[in-house]
């Protein structure tokens, strides 16, 4: 069974930078895409992007490119976004997710972390 | 870039029928997943592929289309079922993964 391990709750002060990881395990790390997708207070599903971690491809959303940077370590089978910048409007749960084994290959997600909180705060 | 509309609420009574609607230019075109958000949890995929069912989510759930709208159907509609829906598209055109902006599913 697959299964996505988040990193900690993270308070930064505007202007900061963030980065937080995102650990897979019972799967092979390669195999699937990971997607990083926020919830901000009140607000609906937004995605933010996703990393191939078999070449270390990236896409991003619009509202997110230039300030974030996805990346994948097959030695430690972590992924990570790193977000820069950071803004009240940044304060958000982040999700990482990513497909089990053995699914029918696609861009949807059916296995999630349970997220990190990170809040922007003066 | 692609929009996915949603509505923003859906009440039901239980044991009735909920139809929670997606809109999208040319949304047949796609594949549409479809997500469940409790309060305090991670999404959990309800529906992908238009109508496929991940293990473990009841029959109840079911996803279909018509013309430019995609339906996520929850028949025999229980209190459990009460959360945020939202449904998902990959837009091959921005390479972007899009998501609806979800809607509350209220059990009267």
């Known amino acids: 069974e697959v299964h996505l391990v988040q990193s900690g709750a993270e308070v930064k002060k505007p202007g900061a930078t963030v980065k937080i990881s995102c650990k897979v395990s019972?799967?092979?790390?390669?195999?699937?895409?990971i997607y990083w997708v926020q919830q901000a207070p009140g607000k609906g599903l937004e995605w933010v992007g996703l990393?191939?971690?078999?070449?270390?491809?990236?896409m991003y959303a619009e509202k997110f490119q230039g300030r974030v940077t996805i990346t994948a370590d097959t030695s430690s089978d972590t992924a990570y976004m790193e977000l820069r910048s950071l803004t009240s409007g940044d304060t958000a749960l982040y999700y990482c997710?990513?497909?089990?084994?053995?699914?029918?290959?696609?861009?949807?997600?059916?296995?999630w972390g349970k997220g990190t909180t990170v809040t922007v705060f003066s | 870039s692609y929009v996915l509309t949603q509505p923003p609420s859906v009440s039901v009574a239980p044991g009735k029928t909920a139809r929670i609607t997606c809109g999208g230019d040319?949304?047949?075109?796609?594949?549409v997943h479809w997500y469940q958000r409790k309060p305090g949890q991670a999404p959990v995929l309800v529906i992908y592929?238009?109508?496929d069912r991940p293990s473990g989510i009841p029959e109840r759930f079911s996803g279909s289309y018509s013309g430019n709208t995609a339906t996520l159907t929850i028949s025999r509609v229980e209190a459990g079922d009460e959360a945020d829906y939202y449904c998902?598209?990959?837009?091959?055109?921005?390479?972007?993964?899009?998501f609806g902006g979800g809607t509350k599913l209220t059990v009267l």
């Open positions: 998902q598209v990959w837009d091959r055109s921005s390479d972007h993964v899009v």
């Open positions: 997710a990513t497909l089990s084994h053995g699914a029918s290959e696609g861009y949807y997600m059916d296995v």
């Open positions: 592929y238009d109508s």
């Open positions: 019972g799967s092979t790390f390669t195999d699937y895409y």
């Open positions: 040319n949304i047949a075109s796609k594949s």
């Open positions: 990393v191939d971690p078999e070449d270390g491809e990236t």
